[in-house]
């Protein structure tokens, strides 16, 4: 198998308001959009990010975990440098994120804070420096 993730899909409660927050508030462009189905939008080469309806998603994958807590995955958006996650982070409170850890500098030697989208996804909006950056930055 090569090694590559093609999609990453998260289930939603409201993909007509997760358009709202990437689309409208972030900027990003739809590559699919049908309404109260799905919302795909491309995140790099050969990488989509789908936000699927979650009775759709139930109905095919099984049942989400439920309860108290949040889900154990974060996505992270990696940025040059420390001003631009400050401003990222601000951009997403402004969109409708909720700011759940501002941005610090961190033990890794890195910056970073975290912005729950309107299903409480965390998105990890960050500057590590070294290889790990040079990397992942485009």
Do not use: K
């Not at 439920?66 to 958006?77: C, E, K, N, W």
């Amino acid at each position: 198998m090569e090694q590559r993730i093609s999609l990453v899909t998260l289930a939603v409660a409201d993909v007509g308001r997760s358009r709202e927050f990437y689309c409208d508030g972030l900027g990003w462009e739809p590559l699919t959009y049908v309404d109260g189905e799905v919302l795909m939008i491309r995140t790099g080469a050969h990488l989509l990010l789908s936000l699927w309806d979650r009775a759709h998603f139930t109905a095919e994958v099984g049942e989400p975990l439920s309860g108290p807590g949040i889900a154990p995955v974060t996505l992270a958006h990696n940025l040059a440098s420390r001003a631009e996650v400050d401003e990222v982070v601000a951009s997403m409170q402004a969109a409708g994120g909720l700011v759940v850890a501002a941005p610090e500098p961190r033990e890794w030697g890195g910056y970073s804070g975290y912005v729950a989208d309107p299903d409480g996804y965390r998105w990890e909006i960050a500057h590590a420096p070294g290889e790990v950056g040079e990397m992942v930055v485009p």
